[in-house]
């Protein structure tokens, strides 16, 4: 059954929330609840191939409003962070070819053994500069999502909405947004503050909600929009204040979620949108 | 063995890292160790009294560091609200009989059912301003402690030292003052400015490790210096050039940490600041 709310034009399925679903079925699924958009996920892409993610994707008159992800780029110099790099510029060449407006990048943690922290996060900077203009010719732009805090020894060293404003700020707007998702941002006091700041760098705006207690594994730690413990209206206004008119995806890491069937989570993430995000 | 290097003039044991002692016992522990100070807790301290635990650490020659704790002061105006409050005014009776510097606060999180950050937050201020002057009479210091931002919903609305810095500055300096605790602001990018900013506000400055994987209990993700990924010297440093030369606690909420024989944990804690923390 489609849900055709009128609100639900910005809404993107980010394909991790039906993390089982192939590419095939997560398309099929947006198409039968009514979610006009999807943030794609690489690992599933790969197994059909881009080519044919770009087709059913078009096919079926769905906008693209990410790729996830690039980044892990905090390395030291060396064949690791060499590989790295080449990989982000395979990422870019695929959300290109897939329309994606941008890619989404997770920077990366402390490097095995080190405890560098203003190191690894100069590497960020360094990677941006290197990976910048690869981004602006293809029309891609680098979305740099700060992780929450309790992410930064390992998986990423950029930890609130001010530090990556302040590198990307450094960056032609075009090449260097940020990701503002709710769940890594929600309790930052300079939030309101920082989302102003923004302005058009806002690249993607993602939501899913906080969840206590949190469950064993962090990464899990996800929830959908309502069953835990963030404020999402006063959040979405301040990032449409700041100018932003994209899509807005649902991204939700949590194995509960994952275990249901995956057109009742779609049916039940329209709604949680309407009743927790929208007006 | 007493461990006589002079750098352990500073080092004061917080009784969480010994959790299973009894305040004779972690006092005792400090003497033959060589630790010439401890931060006290208060639930060890009331099953024998703050007039015995005065006497104990005082014939043992040891200073008082802190007092933990108080706070969970974020609740609507209500019975419990009040309960919270008067517990706090006891919780400073303590502090002053014991001769503690400071009340170490732990401010609450969003109340049940609630997802109103800004209106915890403001209720951190009204509470504030409620103890301050009753803290000042009795010379000890409110210490708002900035917990990290995974503890956001449950634990404290207060997550960053910048946030904490902000409400503290508009008490009197001997008032209200800061902790700065390696664990809960190690990743913040601001942090050495705020430590800065901060000058003779840092009430208390605590250490102990981050770990990962994180445990299935966030609460219990703290280790020993040099298990985990914080760098320790530099954030010392800091500490210092802003002026704070206070006692330097080891707190330490850990499983195996509590398992291990208390005599040990001492003897490891030493050597670690030496190692990991002093120049």
């Known amino acids: 059954m489609i849900n055709q709310d009128p609100r639900l034009a910005r809404l993107s399925l980010n394909q991790k929330t039906v993390n089982r679903?192939?590419?095939a079925?997560?398309?099929?699924g947006c198409t039968e609840v009514g979610i006009p958009a999807i943030g794609l996920w690489r690992e599933p892409v790969?197994?059909?191939g881009v080519a044919k993610t770009a087709k059913l994707v078009d096919d079926a008159g769905l906008r693209v409003s990410s790729l996830c992800r690039g980044g892990f780029f905090t390395g030291v110099e060396g064949a690791e962070r060499r590989g790295a790099m080449a990989d982000n510029r395979r990422a870019l060449d695929e959300a290109a070819e897939l329309g994606a407006p941008c890619l989404v990048l997770v920077v990366g943690g402390l490097p095995a053994g080190s405890r560098d922290l203003p190191g690894a996060r100069q590497r960020v900077v360094d990677a941006l500069a290197e990976l910048a203009p690869y981004a602006g010719e293809r029309g891609v732009r680098?979305?740099?999502e700060p992780l929450h805090p309790m992410y930064c020894a390992d998986r990423a060293v950029l930890s609130t909405l001010g530090q990556a404003l302040e590198i990307a700020e450094a960056f032609p707007v075009e090449q260097v947004g940020v990701v503002v998702d709710a769940f890594h941002v929600w309790w930052d006091p300079e939030l309101?503050?920082?989302i102003g700041r923004a302005a058009d760098r806002i690249a993607s705006f993602q939501v899913c909600d906080w969840l206590t207690p949190l469950p064993a594994d962090v990464l899990l730690g996800r929830g959908m929009m309502g069953d835990g413990h963030i404020d999402f209206r006063p959040l979405r206004a301040a990032v449409e204040r700041a100018g932003y008119r994209g899509d807005i995806e649902v991204e939700i890491f949590n194995a509960d979620v994952w275990a249901e069937e995956p057109h009742t989570v779609l049916h039940t993430m329209a709604e949680r949108y309407l009743g927790c995000v929208c007006d």
Chains 1, 2 share one sequence.
Do not use: G, K, N, Y
Not at 25 to 28: I, M, N, P
């Open 46 to 48: 790969h197994e059909i």
């Open 142 to 144: 680098l979305a740099l």
């Open 25 to 28: 079925e997560a398309v099929q």
């Open 192 to 194: 309101f503050t920082q």
């Open 21 to 23: 679903c192939s590419v």
